[in-house]
């Protein structure tokens, strides 16, 4: 670099312009937050759609809003399973802020056991993967709707599978924070990893309720 | 910051708390009102809770460490 810079001295100062723009970490940090939540703000175009598709293609003339016949007890656990994953990706990233690594790297792990949870509860389950047929306590543990059953089936797999997608990627990063967690690479200082992948969590969570009601409690089952 | 830490988790054990609660309400909502309206208003009041407490979206304005 020094050659270059001493034969070209349009370069040197250009080298010097590049150190003048790296930023504070707490300034980098806010630009990321404002980033992510532009993403966010972006993914909910999306969910905004299919949330308006179901309204629109499940609305019958003369019944008004109709829903698919689902088990109502498979939805509401898998609710809150995931519900209770926030929690711990909360109590996750509180424990990392006051430096308490253990805590930390235990509720991630948590949180990505739930969240694989719910994947197994909407993807195994309630898509009925296997086309299994289980009621134990009453409950329809097994789904019946495929794919192909019209609008109610093609609805209720886009909207599950692209939140299923967003779910299993965000299990991945849940896995890969508790990992670099248990190496110690963060601190209480510097973990915008954490919270990055704390805040992907918690709007996965956002999407889910108000999925969940849409396509379980809204509307006359048919 | 013991306290800070220990105000923190009640302040998430609160929020979780309220969560399961409304999570409940809106299953009798459906199945007793069939109310499109209240079990929309329920879900955005949800929303609003995970977004405030566990997104801190007003961490967007302010510029700390983390």
Do not use: C
Request: zero cysteines; charged letters at 15%; glycine letters at 10%.
């Amino acid at each position: 670099m020094s050659v270059y810079t001493k034969t070209h001295q349009g370069a040197q100062v250009h080298h010097e312009e590049d150190r003048g723009h790296e930023l504070p970490y707490a300034t980098q940090v806010k630009a990321n937050r404002l980033g992510l939540w532009l993403f966010f703000i972006s993914e909910f175009f999306l969910f905004g759609a299919l949330l308006i598709t179901r309204f629109y293609l499940w609305n019958e003339p003369g019944i008004g809003q109709t829903r698919p016949e689902l088990s109502q007890e498979l939805g509401l656990i898998t609710t809150s399973i995931l519900l209770l994953s926030s929690y711990f990706v909360y109590r996750g990233e509180t424990a990392v802020t006051y430096g308490d690594q253990k805590a930390f790297t235990r509720s991630f792990m948590g949180a990505a056991l739930l969240g694989l949870l719910f994947f197994v509860g909407v993807v195994v389950m309630e898509w009925n993967l296997f086309g299994i047929s289980l009621e134990l306590f009453g409950i329809e543990w097994f789904g019946h709707l495929k794919p192909s059953d019209g609008v109610y089936g093609g609805v209720f797999y886009m909207m599950t599978g692209m939140h299923a997608l967003h779910v299993i990627s965000g299990v991945g990063l849940l896995l890969v924070a508790w990992y670099r967690g248990r190496k110690g690479d963060y601190t209480p200082e510097r973990h915008w990893g954490v919270e990055g992948i704390a805040l992907y969590w918690h709007y996965v969570d956002v999407i889910w309720i108000f999925f969940y009601p849409a396509l379980y409690l809204i509307g006359k089952p048919v | 910051m013991d306290v800070q830490k220990k105000s923190a988790l009640r302040q998430g054990n609160i929020v979780i708390g309220v969560l399961a609660i409304l999570t409940i309400v809106e299953f009798f909502i459906a199945i007793e009102l069939d109310s499109v309206v209240l079990l929309f208003i329920v879900a955005l009041i949800k929303a609003a809770l995970v977004v405030q407490f566990f997104m801190h979206v007003y961490r967007l304005w302010r510029e700390e460490n983390h």
